[in-house]
């Protein structure tokens, strides 16, 4: 999509956010990531187990690197208010997500011990990791940040089309819950509201910068699911 500067574009847009105005130059692959039918599957509940098991195998090693961006958040973010939230966040992602979630859904599957700790890398994990940890390693707030907000927000966007009743089985329904409902979104909002305060006061260079960091992240995002759904 044609690239236009922020100022230019945010004198006519209906929402001017600068988080928005990176969505909408991701086009149209962000709307691929969010309709994608391997995660409107999930929300049914109706994917291929071995699948399912490569997915979330995958993402386990995704979910490693993301959880040392939101350390880097944590030590790069520009305020004490700023750096609560990162750092409540870290401490449910280790929870409830990664000793929990991962470990139960995976043993469900069949994973063995070794699929968790040493699986060989998809090539999109491995392009995901070196993304992730360019962000980290940069300590620049607003990189770090554009990364989390592409992987949050996208996965509010499919997890919040999924249709009640939500799946029986807690392999699909808790990684669709994990990723709605209202600590979500408001986990979400507060990514976009951070990128949307810094942007605007970011010269043109730094804009753009941003933004290849996100549109980099959204394009992996849809690698990741093609990656999942064998395509
Ligand atoms: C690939 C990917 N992107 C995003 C998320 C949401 N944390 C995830 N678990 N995996």
Redesign the pocket.
């Known amino acids: 999509m044609e690239q236009i500067p922020y100022d230019e574009w945010r004198a006519s847009a209906v929402d001017p956010a600068f988080s928005e105005w990176m969505r909408s130059l991701s086009e149209p692959e962000w709307t691929a990531v969010v309709n994608h039918p391997f995660a409107a599957s999930i929300t049914r509940g109706d994917v291929p187990d071995d699948d399912m098991r490569r997915y979330l195998i995958q993402?386990f090693q995704?979910?490693d690197s993301?959880t040392a961006l939101l350390g880097a958040a944590v030590a790069c973010a520009d305020s004490f208010e700023s750096r609560v939230p990162f750092g409540q966040f870290l401490g449910e992602i280790a929870t409830t997500e990664e000793l929990t979630y991962f470990h139960r859904a995976l043993a469900a599957l069949g994973a063995t011990p070794a699929d968790m700790t040493s699986p060989e890398l998809e090539p999109v994990t491995a392009d995901?990791r070196a993304l992730m940890d360019e962000a980290r390693t940069s300590l620049d707030y607003p990189l770090v940040l554009a990364v989390l907000c592409v992987?949050?927000w996208?996965?509010l966007g499919w997890a919040s089309r999924a249709e009640e009743p939500l799946p029986d089985n807690f392999v699909y329904r808790e990684w669709v819950e994990l990723?709605e409902g209202p600590a979500f979104r408001a986990w979400v909002h507060f990514l976009r509201d951070e990128l949307d305060r810094l942007g605007p006061a970011m010269d043109e260079e730094g804009r753009a910068r941003v933004l290849d960091f996100f549109r980099r992240a959204v394009r992996?995002?849809l690698r990741?699911f093609d990656m999942a759904a064998g395509s």
């Open positions: 993402d995704f979910v993301f995901f992987a949050e996208s996965y990723h992996l995002e990741f």
